[in-house]
Nanobody
Framework: RVQLVESGGGSVQAGGSLRLACVASGHTWNIAYMAWFRQAPGKEREGVASIHIGLETIYYDDSVKGRFTISRDRAVNTAYLQMNSLKSEDSAMYYC???????????????????????WGQGTQVSVSS
């Protein structure tokens, strides 16, 4: 079993930046992908970015391309989400997730399909004021 703990959320003005971190523990050798999802009040959870731990194949949702960067540090079992040029619509609870499944050699929408991820963190709040 994998445990995930997020950090780095907070309040920022539009145009600002935040860096989220997700530390994995437990059966980390099972992790193939780590991803970031977000959920705003009254909206469904949506995938933001995902990375294959070994190949570093990356998928971004169109809404964050060019602004967000996902990365990972295998030595410390941590995934990061650097968020730049934040907008008010980026405000949400951000969740880290891990998957042991094979989601494809090339980045595709399966990389951010919540049903393909077995482990979830508790979330970290991001609030962007305009």
């Amino acid at each position: 079993r994998v445990q995930l703990v997020e950090s780095g959320g907070g309040s920022v003005q539009a145009g600002g930046s935040l860096r989220l971190a997700c530390v994995a523990s437990g059966h980390t050798w099972n992790i193939a992908y780590m991803a970031w999802f977000r959920q705003a009040p009254g909206k469904e959870r949506e995938g933001v970015a995902s990375i294959h731990i070994g190949l570093e194949t990356i998928y971004y949702d169109d809404s964050v391309k060019g602004r967000f960067t996902i990365s990972r540090d295998r030595a410390v079992n941590t995934a990061y989400l650097q968020m730049n040029s934040l907008k008010s619509e980026d405000s949400a609870m951000y969740y880290c997730a891990a998957s042991s499944q094979f989601l494809g050699a090339r980045a595709n929408r399966d990389y951010v399909d919540p049903s393909r991820f077995e482990s979830w963190g508790q979330g970290t709040q991001v609030s962007v004021s305009s």
